[in-house]
Protein backbone atom coordinates (compact mmCIF):
# COMPACT_ATOMS: atom_id res chain seq x y z
CA UNK A 1 0.00 0.00 0.00
CA UNK A 2 1.20 3.17 -0.92
CA UNK A 3 0.57 6.96 -2.16
CA UNK A 4 0.82 7.79 -6.05
CA UNK A 5 0.78 11.25 -7.04
CA UNK A 6 -1.20 10.98 -10.06
CA UNK A 7 -0.48 13.90 -12.80
CA UNK A 8 -3.90 15.50 -13.06
CA UNK A 9 -5.36 14.42 -9.35
CA UNK A 10 -2.83 14.90 -6.88
CA UNK A 11 -2.11 12.20 -3.90
CA UNK A 12 -4.21 9.08 -3.76
CA UNK A 13 -4.11 5.73 -2.20
CA UNK A 14 -2.88 3.36 -4.94
CA UNK A 15 -6.10 1.20 -4.35
CA UNK A 16 -7.59 3.85 -7.14
CA UNK A 17 -5.31 3.18 -9.34
CA UNK A 18 -4.66 -0.14 -11.85
CA UNK A 19 -0.71 -1.01 -13.03
CA UNK A 20 -0.72 -1.36 -16.62
CA UNK A 21 2.99 -3.12 -17.04
CA UNK A 22 6.31 -1.87 -18.07
CA UNK A 23 6.12 1.12 -20.24
CA UNK A 24 7.49 2.66 -23.21
CA UNK A 25 6.87 -0.99 -25.25
CA UNK A 26 6.50 0.40 -28.59
CA UNK A 27 3.68 -0.95 -30.78
CA UNK A 28 4.86 -2.43 -34.13
CA UNK A 29 5.13 -0.14 -36.95
CA UNK A 30 4.14 -2.94 -39.66
CA UNK A 31 3.00 -5.80 -37.48
CA UNK A 32 2.41 -7.43 -40.55
CA UNK A 33 6.29 -7.99 -41.41
CA UNK A 34 6.92 -9.06 -37.47
CA UNK A 35 8.58 -12.56 -37.59
CA UNK A 36 7.04 -14.88 -34.39
CA UNK A 37 10.02 -14.31 -32.41
CA UNK A 38 9.96 -10.26 -32.56
CA UNK A 39 5.95 -11.17 -31.75
CA UNK A 40 6.71 -13.24 -28.63
CA UNK A 41 9.14 -10.37 -27.49
CA UNK A 42 6.37 -7.19 -28.20
CA UNK A 43 3.60 -9.57 -26.53
CA UNK A 44 5.33 -11.02 -24.06
CA UNK A 45 8.68 -10.52 -22.79
CA UNK A 46 8.95 -8.45 -20.13
CA UNK A 47 11.84 -6.74 -17.76
CA UNK A 48 10.34 -7.75 -14.53
CA UNK A 49 12.82 -5.43 -12.99
CA UNK A 50 13.99 -5.87 -9.35
CA UNK A 51 14.56 -2.26 -9.03
CA UNK A 52 13.73 0.91 -10.90
CA UNK A 53 10.95 -0.03 -13.43
CA UNK A 54 9.50 2.26 -16.02
CA UNK A 55 5.63 1.50 -16.04
CA UNK A 56 2.18 2.61 -16.66
CA UNK A 57 -0.47 3.51 -14.27
CA UNK A 58 -4.53 4.25 -14.78
CA UNK A 59 -6.29 6.21 -12.06
CA UNK A 60 -9.28 4.29 -12.62
CA UNK A 61 -11.26 5.48 -9.97
CA UNK A 62 -10.46 8.79 -10.26
CA UNK A 63 -9.60 10.91 -13.80
CA UNK A 64 -9.39 7.23 -15.37
CA UNK A 65 -6.38 8.79 -17.50
CA UNK A 66 -3.30 6.82 -18.10
CA UNK A 67 0.33 8.23 -17.03
CA UNK A 68 3.67 6.83 -16.21
CA UNK A 69 5.55 6.02 -13.03
CA UNK A 70 9.38 5.02 -12.10
CA UNK A 71 9.13 3.15 -9.33
CA UNK A 72 11.66 0.86 -7.17
CA UNK A 73 10.27 -2.46 -7.21
CA UNK A 74 12.43 -3.67 -4.46
CA UNK A 75 10.47 -1.59 -1.62
CA UNK A 76 7.65 0.22 -3.73
CA UNK A 77 9.37 3.68 -3.77
CA UNK A 78 8.26 6.07 -6.39
CA UNK A 79 10.60 8.18 -7.92
CA UNK A 80 8.59 10.14 -10.36
CA UNK A 81 5.19 10.57 -12.13
CA UNK A 82 4.73 12.09 -15.81
CA UNK A 83 2.14 11.93 -18.46
CA UNK A 84 2.19 9.80 -21.32
CA UNK A 85 3.87 11.37 -24.10
CA UNK A 86 6.77 12.93 -21.73
CA UNK A 87 9.96 11.69 -21.17
CA UNK A 88 11.33 10.23 -18.28
CA UNK A 89 12.45 12.51 -15.78
CA UNK A 90 15.38 10.17 -14.12
CA UNK A 91 17.68 7.82 -15.62
CA UNK B 1 23.54 -43.62 5.58
CA UNK B 2 21.08 -41.59 8.31
CA UNK B 3 19.28 -42.87 11.46
CA UNK B 4 15.58 -43.83 10.31
CA UNK B 5 12.94 -42.13 11.80
CA UNK B 6 10.63 -44.46 13.45
CA UNK B 7 8.45 -44.14 16.68
CA UNK B 8 11.86 -46.32 17.84
CA UNK B 9 13.94 -43.58 17.01
CA UNK B 10 11.54 -41.34 19.01
CA UNK B 11 11.63 -43.54 21.99
CA UNK B 12 15.27 -43.62 22.08
CA UNK B 13 16.11 -39.87 21.59
CA UNK B 14 13.37 -39.19 24.38
CA UNK B 15 15.89 -40.36 26.66
CA UNK B 16 18.50 -38.28 25.78
CA UNK B 17 15.69 -35.32 25.71
CA UNK B 18 16.17 -35.15 22.14
CA UNK B 19 19.17 -33.52 21.98
CA UNK B 20 20.88 -35.66 20.05
CA UNK B 21 19.42 -35.66 16.64
CA UNK B 22 21.44 -35.94 14.00
CA UNK B 23 21.83 -33.17 11.80
CA UNK B 24 18.88 -33.68 9.07
CA UNK B 25 21.55 -32.18 6.57
CA UNK B 26 24.97 -30.95 6.20
CA UNK B 27 26.29 -27.47 5.90
CA UNK B 28 29.35 -27.57 3.30
CA UNK B 29 31.00 -25.10 1.82
CA UNK B 30 31.13 -25.09 -2.14
CA UNK B 31 33.11 -27.03 -4.36
CA UNK B 32 35.04 -26.04 -7.22
CA UNK B 33 32.67 -27.80 -9.78
CA UNK B 34 29.39 -29.34 -9.63
CA UNK B 35 27.88 -31.70 -12.45
CA UNK B 36 24.54 -29.48 -12.13
CA UNK B 37 23.82 -26.70 -9.77
CA UNK B 38 20.04 -25.80 -9.12
CA UNK B 39 19.33 -22.42 -7.74
CA UNK B 40 16.74 -21.84 -5.81
CA UNK B 41 16.62 -23.96 -1.72
CA UNK B 42 12.59 -23.93 -1.92
CA UNK B 43 10.63 -27.38 -2.69
CA UNK B 44 10.94 -27.28 -6.36
CA UNK B 45 14.77 -26.49 -6.07
CA UNK B 46 15.33 -29.25 -3.54
CA UNK B 47 13.10 -32.05 -5.01
CA UNK B 48 14.87 -31.26 -7.87
CA UNK B 49 18.21 -31.74 -6.54
CA UNK B 50 16.47 -35.12 -4.83
CA UNK B 51 15.47 -36.76 -7.98
CA UNK B 52 18.93 -35.82 -9.83
CA UNK B 53 20.83 -37.68 -7.40
CA UNK B 54 17.55 -40.82 -6.67
CA UNK B 55 16.30 -41.33 -10.56
CA UNK B 56 19.24 -40.23 -12.84
CA UNK B 57 22.48 -40.97 -10.65
CA UNK B 58 23.70 -37.08 -10.46
CA UNK B 59 25.63 -37.18 -6.74
CA UNK B 60 28.26 -34.31 -7.49
CA UNK B 61 25.36 -31.47 -7.90
CA UNK B 62 24.32 -28.67 -5.54
CA UNK B 63 21.31 -26.43 -4.33
CA UNK B 64 21.96 -22.85 -3.90
CA UNK B 65 19.79 -20.96 -1.84
CA UNK B 66 20.30 -17.07 -1.00
CA UNK B 67 18.42 -17.31 2.19
CA UNK B 68 17.47 -20.55 4.27
CA UNK B 69 15.83 -23.77 2.71
CA UNK B 70 12.09 -23.19 2.39
CA UNK B 71 12.38 -19.61 3.38
CA UNK B 72 10.62 -18.36 0.07
CA UNK B 73 7.54 -19.61 -1.15
CA UNK B 74 7.32 -22.55 0.13
CA UNK B 75 7.35 -21.35 3.59
CA UNK B 76 4.64 -18.85 2.66
CA UNK B 77 1.67 -20.24 0.97
CA UNK B 78 -1.77 -21.92 1.51
CA UNK B 79 -0.25 -25.46 1.43
CA UNK B 80 -3.12 -26.47 -1.14
CA UNK B 81 -2.82 -29.71 -2.99
CA UNK B 82 -5.23 -30.43 -5.97
CA UNK B 83 -5.08 -31.68 -9.67
CA UNK B 84 -8.44 -30.60 -11.02
CA UNK B 85 -7.40 -28.32 -13.90
CA UNK B 86 -9.28 -28.11 -17.24
CA UNK B 87 -6.37 -28.41 -20.26
CA UNK B 88 -4.41 -31.90 -20.45
CA UNK B 89 -1.08 -30.82 -20.25
CA UNK B 90 -2.12 -29.30 -17.10
CA UNK B 91 -3.96 -32.46 -15.72
CA UNK B 92 -0.98 -34.54 -16.45
CA UNK B 93 1.35 -32.56 -14.73
CA UNK B 94 -0.77 -31.61 -11.39
CA UNK B 95 -1.68 -34.76 -11.27
CA UNK B 96 1.73 -36.82 -11.70
CA UNK B 97 2.45 -34.38 -8.88
CA UNK B 98 -0.63 -35.65 -6.69
CA UNK B 99 0.41 -39.19 -7.18
CA UNK B 100 3.69 -38.71 -5.94
CA UNK B 101 2.08 -36.70 -2.95
CA UNK B 102 -0.18 -40.14 -1.78
CA UNK B 103 3.44 -42.08 -0.92
CA UNK B 104 5.56 -38.92 -0.10
CA UNK B 105 6.12 -39.23 3.40
CA UNK B 106 6.67 -43.30 3.03
CA UNK B 107 9.30 -42.05 -0.01
CA UNK B 108 11.21 -39.62 2.37
CA UNK B 109 11.00 -41.62 5.50
CA UNK B 110 9.73 -38.08 6.45
CA UNK B 111 6.10 -36.93 7.68
CA UNK B 112 4.96 -34.11 5.14
CA UNK B 113 1.69 -34.61 7.08
CA UNK B 114 -0.23 -34.94 3.69
CA UNK B 115 -3.67 -34.95 4.48
CA UNK B 116 -6.42 -35.50 1.72
CA UNK B 117 -9.28 -33.80 3.41
CA UNK B 118 -10.72 -32.95 -0.04
CA UNK B 119 -10.80 -29.32 -1.78
CA UNK B 120 -14.31 -27.73 -2.95
CA UNK B 121 -14.54 -24.87 -5.09
CA UNK B 122 -17.58 -22.81 -5.11
CA UNK B 123 -19.40 -21.65 -8.08
CA UNK B 124 -21.28 -18.06 -7.49
CA UNK B 125 -22.83 -17.32 -10.51
CA UNK B 126 -24.37 -19.56 -14.10
CA UNK B 127 -21.10 -19.24 -16.03
CA UNK B 128 -19.46 -20.14 -12.89
CA UNK B 129 -21.72 -23.58 -12.94
CA UNK B 130 -21.44 -24.40 -16.43
CA UNK B 131 -17.57 -23.78 -15.92
CA UNK B 132 -17.20 -25.86 -12.93
CA UNK B 133 -19.52 -28.34 -14.58
CA UNK B 134 -17.33 -28.34 -18.02
CA UNK B 135 -13.66 -28.94 -15.92
CA UNK B 136 -15.57 -31.12 -14.44
CA UNK B 137 -16.17 -33.93 -16.78
CA UNK B 138 -12.68 -32.36 -18.19
CA UNK B 139 -10.98 -33.89 -15.09
CA UNK B 140 -13.45 -37.27 -15.30
CA UNK B 141 -11.93 -37.77 -18.99
CA UNK B 142 -8.00 -37.23 -17.64
CA UNK B 143 -8.62 -40.15 -14.96
CA UNK B 144 -8.86 -37.01 -12.10
CA UNK B 145 -11.54 -37.65 -9.58
CA UNK B 146 -13.73 -34.83 -9.69
CA UNK B 147 -17.81 -34.48 -8.87
CA UNK B 148 -19.82 -31.56 -8.90
CA UNK B 149 -22.32 -30.68 -5.98
CA UNK B 150 -25.51 -28.70 -5.91
CA UNK B 151 -26.01 -25.91 -2.92
CA UNK B 152 -27.30 -28.84 -0.58
CA UNK B 153 -24.74 -30.95 -1.18
CA UNK B 154 -21.93 -28.23 -0.75
CA UNK B 155 -23.79 -27.58 2.24
CA UNK B 156 -23.70 -31.64 3.88
CA UNK B 157 -19.82 -31.47 3.07
CA UNK B 158 -19.37 -28.01 4.54
CA UNK B 159 -21.81 -27.12 7.25
CA UNK B 160 -20.71 -24.07 8.02
CA UNK B 161 -20.78 -22.03 4.87
CA UNK B 162 -23.59 -19.24 3.99
CA UNK B 163 -25.83 -20.86 1.63
CA UNK B 164 -28.24 -18.38 1.93
CA UNK B 165 -29.63 -17.30 -1.76
CA UNK B 166 -29.73 -14.05 -0.17
CA UNK B 167 -26.40 -12.80 0.05
CA UNK B 168 -24.80 -10.73 -2.77
CA UNK B 169 -22.92 -13.83 -4.48
CA UNK B 170 -24.83 -17.36 -3.59
CA UNK B 171 -23.25 -19.85 -3.41
CA UNK B 172 -24.90 -22.61 -6.22
CA UNK B 173 -22.73 -25.19 -6.22
CA UNK B 174 -19.69 -26.05 -6.04
CA UNK B 175 -17.12 -28.82 -7.15
CA UNK B 176 -15.02 -31.38 -4.80
CA UNK B 177 -12.11 -33.45 -5.33
CA UNK B 178 -11.78 -36.03 -2.74
CA UNK B 179 -8.11 -36.82 -3.31
CA UNK B 180 -7.34 -32.79 -3.01
CA UNK B 181 -5.98 -31.48 0.69
CA UNK B 182 -2.83 -30.15 2.11
CA UNK B 183 0.52 -31.24 3.30
CA UNK B 184 3.09 -29.44 5.91
CA UNK B 185 4.99 -26.94 3.69
CA UNK B 186 7.97 -26.89 5.62
CA UNK B 187 8.46 -30.72 5.80
CA UNK B 188 8.09 -30.60 1.99
CA UNK B 189 11.66 -28.32 1.82
CA UNK B 190 12.70 -30.17 4.72
CA UNK B 191 12.64 -33.87 3.52
CA UNK B 192 13.64 -33.17 0.07
CA UNK B 193 17.26 -31.66 1.90
CA UNK B 194 17.12 -34.53 4.17
CA UNK B 195 16.85 -37.06 1.22
CA UNK B 196 19.03 -35.42 -1.52
CA UNK B 197 21.47 -34.73 1.59
CA UNK B 198 21.67 -38.63 2.22
CA UNK B 199 22.84 -39.10 -1.29
CA UNK B 200 25.40 -36.67 -1.28
CA UNK B 201 23.98 -33.29 -2.69
CA UNK B 202 25.15 -30.32 -1.20
CA UNK B 203 22.84 -28.15 0.19
CA UNK B 204 24.62 -24.30 0.44
CA UNK B 205 22.63 -22.18 2.10
CA UNK B 206 23.55 -17.96 2.71
CA UNK B 207 25.07 -18.21 -0.85
CA UNK B 208 22.98 -15.54 -3.43
CA UNK B 209 23.86 -15.67 -7.25
CA UNK B 210 25.30 -12.85 -8.46
CA UNK B 211 26.02 -13.81 -11.89
CA UNK B 212 25.61 -15.93 -14.86
CA UNK B 213 29.36 -17.41 -16.46
CA UNK B 214 28.65 -18.26 -19.94
CA UNK B 215 31.05 -19.22 -22.83
CA UNK B 216 29.46 -18.22 -26.68
CA UNK B 217 26.25 -19.65 -25.81
CA UNK B 218 26.56 -22.43 -22.84
CA UNK B 219 27.18 -22.11 -19.33
CA UNK B 220 30.59 -22.12 -17.06
CA UNK B 221 29.05 -21.80 -14.37
CA UNK B 222 27.94 -18.82 -11.62
CA UNK B 223 29.07 -16.17 -9.69
CA UNK B 224 27.89 -16.84 -5.89
CA UNK B 225 28.42 -14.65 -2.85
CA UNK B 226 30.42 -17.72 -2.00
CA UNK B 227 33.03 -17.13 -5.00
CA UNK B 228 32.74 -18.97 -8.26
CA UNK B 229 31.27 -22.17 -8.36
CA UNK B 230 31.68 -23.86 -12.09
CA UNK B 231 29.10 -26.72 -13.65
CA UNK B 232 27.81 -26.92 -17.02
CA UNK B 233 24.52 -27.15 -15.74
CA UNK B 234 22.49 -24.48 -14.44
CA UNK B 235 18.45 -25.45 -13.23
CA UNK B 236 16.90 -22.17 -11.96
CA UNK B 237 14.22 -22.46 -9.77
CA UNK B 238 14.01 -18.98 -8.49
CA UNK B 239 10.38 -18.51 -8.30
CA UNK B 240 9.77 -14.70 -7.73
CA UNK B 241 13.49 -13.81 -8.65
CA UNK B 242 13.31 -15.95 -12.09
CA UNK B 243 13.51 -12.75 -14.35
CA UNK B 244 16.09 -11.55 -12.36
CA UNK B 245 18.46 -14.47 -12.69
CA UNK B 246 17.37 -14.69 -16.59
CA UNK B 247 18.80 -11.44 -16.76
CA UNK B 248 22.17 -12.33 -15.81
CA UNK B 249 22.75 -14.59 -18.48
CA UNK B 250 20.76 -11.72 -21.04
CA UNK B 251 17.40 -13.61 -21.37
CA UNK B 252 14.46 -12.21 -20.77
CA UNK B 253 11.28 -14.05 -19.83
CA UNK B 254 7.22 -13.82 -19.63
CA UNK B 255 7.15 -13.39 -16.60
CA UNK B 256 5.93 -10.91 -13.62
CA UNK B 257 6.59 -11.22 -10.08
CA UNK B 258 3.68 -9.70 -7.83
CA UNK B 259 2.92 -10.08 -4.01
CA UNK B 260 0.61 -12.51 -3.83
CA UNK B 261 -0.71 -12.58 0.24
CA UNK B 262 -1.94 -15.16 3.23
CA UNK B 263 -2.86 -14.63 6.99
CA UNK B 264 -3.83 -17.07 9.58
CA UNK B 265 -6.13 -15.99 12.52
CA UNK B 266 -5.65 -17.36 16.28
CA UNK B 267 -5.81 -20.91 16.74
CA UNK B 268 -9.61 -22.55 17.60
CA UNK B 269 -10.88 -25.91 17.81
CA UNK B 270 -11.24 -27.89 14.82
CA UNK B 271 -14.28 -25.84 12.67
CA UNK B 272 -13.43 -26.83 8.85
CA UNK B 273 -12.09 -30.38 7.94
CA UNK B 274 -11.63 -29.22 4.53
CA UNK B 275 -10.50 -26.44 1.65
CA UNK B 276 -12.92 -24.57 0.22
CA UNK B 277 -12.31 -21.79 -2.54
CA UNK B 278 -14.10 -19.67 -4.05
CA UNK B 279 -13.04 -18.38 -7.52
CA UNK B 280 -15.60 -15.10 -8.42
CA UNK B 281 -15.38 -13.83 -4.36
CA UNK B 282 -11.42 -14.44 -4.32
CA UNK B 283 -11.40 -16.51 -0.90
CA UNK B 284 -10.52 -19.57 0.30
CA UNK B 285 -9.88 -20.95 3.38
CA UNK B 286 -8.91 -24.09 5.58
CA UNK B 287 -7.88 -24.90 8.76
CA UNK B 288 -4.02 -25.90 10.06
CA UNK B 289 -3.43 -28.75 12.41
CA UNK B 290 -2.40 -26.27 14.97
CA UNK B 291 -6.26 -24.80 14.92
CA UNK B 292 -5.58 -21.47 12.61
CA UNK B 293 -7.40 -20.20 9.49
CA UNK B 294 -5.63 -20.59 6.92
CA UNK B 295 -6.48 -18.05 4.46
CA UNK B 296 -5.08 -16.98 0.66
CA UNK B 297 -5.62 -13.60 -0.61
CA UNK B 298 -4.91 -12.34 -4.32
CA UNK B 299 -2.07 -10.66 -5.78
CA UNK B 300 -1.59 -6.80 -6.10
CA UNK B 301 -1.90 -5.86 -10.34
CA UNK B 302 1.84 -4.23 -10.10
CA UNK B 303 5.39 -5.56 -10.10
CA UNK B 304 6.77 -5.89 -6.80
CA UNK B 305 9.84 -7.87 -4.97
CA UNK B 306 8.87 -6.16 -1.96
CA UNK B 307 7.25 -9.03 -0.24
CA UNK B 308 4.53 -6.87 1.09
CA UNK B 309 0.80 -6.52 -0.19
CA UNK B 310 -1.37 -3.93 -0.37
CA UNK B 311 -4.42 -3.69 2.81
CA UNK B 312 -6.97 -3.49 0.03
CA UNK B 313 -6.56 -7.00 -1.23
CA UNK B 314 -6.54 -8.42 2.44
CA UNK B 315 -10.05 -6.22 2.73
CA UNK B 316 -11.60 -8.05 -0.21
CA UNK B 317 -10.51 -11.15 0.84
CA UNK B 318 -11.86 -11.28 4.16
CA UNK B 319 -15.25 -9.87 2.81
CA UNK B 320 -15.84 -12.49 0.96
CA UNK B 321 -14.86 -14.82 4.14
CA UNK B 322 -17.06 -13.17 6.19
CA UNK B 323 -19.80 -13.39 3.62
CA UNK B 324 -19.37 -16.97 3.23
CA UNK B 325 -18.52 -18.18 6.86
CA UNK B 326 -20.13 -15.32 9.35
CA UNK B 327 -19.29 -17.87 11.96
CA UNK B 328 -15.91 -16.32 11.48
CA UNK B 329 -17.07 -12.67 12.16
CA UNK B 330 -15.03 -12.11 15.95
CA UNK B 331 -12.17 -14.35 14.37
CA UNK B 332 -8.56 -12.30 14.53
CA UNK B 333 -6.06 -12.31 12.43
CA UNK B 334 -2.88 -13.52 13.69
CA UNK B 335 -0.26 -12.78 10.95
CA UNK B 336 -0.17 -11.86 7.22
CA UNK B 337 2.80 -11.95 4.87
CA UNK B 338 3.31 -11.88 1.44
CA UNK B 339 5.47 -13.70 -1.19
CA UNK B 340 6.52 -12.86 -4.42
CA UNK B 341 4.98 -15.00 -7.70
CA UNK B 342 6.39 -15.51 -10.63
CA UNK B 343 3.32 -15.30 -13.04
CA UNK B 344 3.08 -16.05 -16.60
CA UNK B 345 0.79 -14.79 -19.51
CA UNK B 346 -1.19 -18.09 -19.42
CA UNK B 347 -1.05 -18.74 -15.70
CA UNK B 348 0.87 -22.10 -16.54
CA UNK B 349 4.66 -22.39 -15.46
CA UNK B 350 7.38 -22.82 -17.99
CA UNK B 351 9.97 -26.18 -16.71
CA UNK B 352 11.65 -26.17 -19.97
CA UNK B 353 15.73 -25.68 -21.64
CA UNK B 354 16.60 -22.25 -23.04
CA UNK B 355 18.54 -20.87 -25.83
CA UNK B 356 21.30 -21.17 -23.48
CA UNK B 357 22.94 -24.54 -23.78
CA UNK B 358 23.16 -26.38 -20.06
CA UNK B 359 20.94 -23.93 -18.52
CA UNK B 360 17.46 -24.77 -17.46
CA UNK B 361 14.31 -22.59 -15.68
CA UNK B 362 11.51 -24.03 -13.98
CA UNK B 363 9.57 -20.91 -13.21
CA UNK B 364 6.18 -19.00 -13.69
CA UNK B 365 4.78 -21.07 -11.34
CA UNK B 366 2.41 -18.21 -10.27
CA UNK B 367 -0.07 -17.95 -7.31
CA UNK B 368 0.23 -22.12 -7.34
CA UNK B 369 3.15 -23.78 -7.09
CA UNK B 370 3.20 -25.62 -4.04
CA UNK B 371 0.71 -28.20 -5.39
CA UNK B 372 2.87 -29.18 -8.06
CA UNK B 373 6.54 -29.35 -5.59
CA UNK B 374 7.09 -33.73 -6.14
CA UNK B 375 6.14 -33.70 -9.60
CA UNK B 376 7.66 -30.38 -10.49
CA UNK B 377 11.26 -31.74 -9.08
CA UNK B 378 10.58 -34.89 -10.74
CA UNK B 379 9.88 -33.62 -14.37
CA UNK B 380 12.77 -30.71 -14.29
CA UNK B 381 15.23 -33.33 -13.33
CA UNK B 382 14.42 -35.55 -16.08
CA UNK B 383 14.98 -32.27 -18.56
CA UNK B 384 18.30 -31.60 -17.08
CA UNK B 385 19.54 -35.09 -16.91
CA UNK B 386 18.07 -35.88 -20.33
CA UNK B 387 18.61 -31.85 -22.30
CA UNK B 388 14.96 -33.40 -23.16
CA UNK B 389 11.90 -32.52 -21.50
CA UNK B 390 9.26 -35.15 -20.33
CA UNK B 391 6.45 -35.69 -22.13
CA UNK B 392 4.41 -34.70 -19.02
CA UNK B 393 6.34 -31.24 -19.49
CA UNK B 394 6.63 -30.88 -22.96
CA UNK B 395 3.70 -28.80 -23.30
CA UNK B 396 5.40 -26.40 -20.74
CA UNK B 397 8.22 -25.38 -22.97
CA UNK B 398 9.33 -21.76 -22.98
CA UNK B 399 9.15 -21.87 -26.75
CA UNK B 400 5.21 -21.92 -26.30
CA UNK B 401 5.20 -18.05 -26.77
CA UNK B 402 6.55 -17.86 -29.71
CA UNK B 403 4.40 -20.57 -31.12
CA UNK B 404 1.42 -19.46 -29.43
CA UNK B 405 0.65 -23.08 -28.31
CA UNK B 406 -0.21 -21.68 -24.85
CA UNK B 407 -1.72 -23.63 -22.01
CA UNK B 408 -4.54 -21.49 -21.19
CA UNK B 409 -5.56 -21.53 -17.97
CA UNK B 410 -5.61 -18.17 -16.99
CA UNK B 411 -9.51 -18.61 -15.26
CA UNK B 412 -9.90 -21.85 -16.44
CA UNK B 413 -8.34 -23.57 -13.93
CA UNK B 414 -9.99 -23.90 -10.56
CA UNK B 415 -9.08 -20.44 -8.45
CA UNK B 416 -8.03 -16.78 -9.86
CA UNK B 417 -4.65 -16.05 -11.01
Not at chain 2, 273 to 286: E, G, L, R, W
Amino acid sequence: MFLINCPFCGEREQSEFKAGGEAHIVRPKQPTELSDDEWAEYLFMRKNIKGIQFERWNHVHGCRKWFNMVRDTSNDQIKAVYKMGEKPPVK
Amino acid sequence: MKNKYSIFSLIKNAFSYHENWEKAWKDPEPKKEYDAIIVGGGGHGLATAYYLAKKHNMKNIAVVEKGWIGGGNTGRNTTIIRSNYLWDASAGLYDHALKIWEGLSQELNYNVMFSQRGVMNLAHNLQDVRDLKRRTHANRLNGIDAVYLNTEEVKKFCPIINTSQDIRYPVLGGTLQRRAGTARHDAVAWGYARGADEMGVDIIQNCEVKGIKRNGDAVEGIETTKGFIKTKKIGVVAAGHSSVIANMAGLKLPLESKPLQALVSEPVKPIIDTVVMSNAVHAYVSQSDKGELVIGAGTDDYVSYSQKGSHDIVEGTLNAILELYPIFSRMRMLRQWGGIVDICPDASPIISKTSIKGLYFNCGWGTGGFKATPGSGDLFAHTIANDEPHKLNAAFNINRFVSGDLVDEHGAAAVAH
